[in-house]
Nanobody, 120 residues
Framework: QVQLVESGGGLVQPGGSLRLSCAAS????????MGWYRQAPGKQREFVAT???????NYADSVKGRFTISRDNAKNTVDLQMHNLKPEDTAVYYC??????????????WGQGTQVTVSS
């Protein structure tokens, strides 16, 4: 089993910044990609950003130029630096990791989520 633990959420004013972190542990042989998703009240979970092996990154259009995803492959961690936050960024942010475990089985794991609230 692969566990993901997020940290760094909180309350911030519009225009402010926050940094989210996520650490993966457990039965990990490799991690093919780590990313962030978010779910606002009354809405479906949506893609925010992902980082694949080789350093390829992808962002939702709504966060391009404001959010930056970074991975530390040696530590199995992924961070999301968020700048110029807007009220519409308010959501629970979830970390995701996909890869193969030591039993050579595919996994697609999620963290418990961390709340980000952007409000004055």
């Amino acid at each position: 089993q692969v566990q993901l633990v997020e940290s760094g959420g909180g309350l911030v004013q519009p225009g402010g910044s926050l940094r989210l972190s996520c650490a993966a542990s457990g039965n990990i042989f490799n991690i093919n990609a780590m990313g962030w998703y978010r779910q606002a009240p009354g809405k479906q979970r949506e893609f925010v950003a992902t980082s694949t092996n080789g350093g390829h990154t992808n962002y939702a259009d709504s966060v391009k130029g404001r959010f930056t995803i970074s991975r530390d492959n040696a530590k199995n961690t992924v961070d999301l630096q968020m700048h110029n936050l807007k009220p519409e960024d308010t959501a629970v942010y979830y970390c995701n990791a996909v890869g193969v475990n030591h039993d050579l089985a595919y996994y697609d794991s999620w963290g418990q989520g961390t709340q980000v609230t952007v409000s004055s």
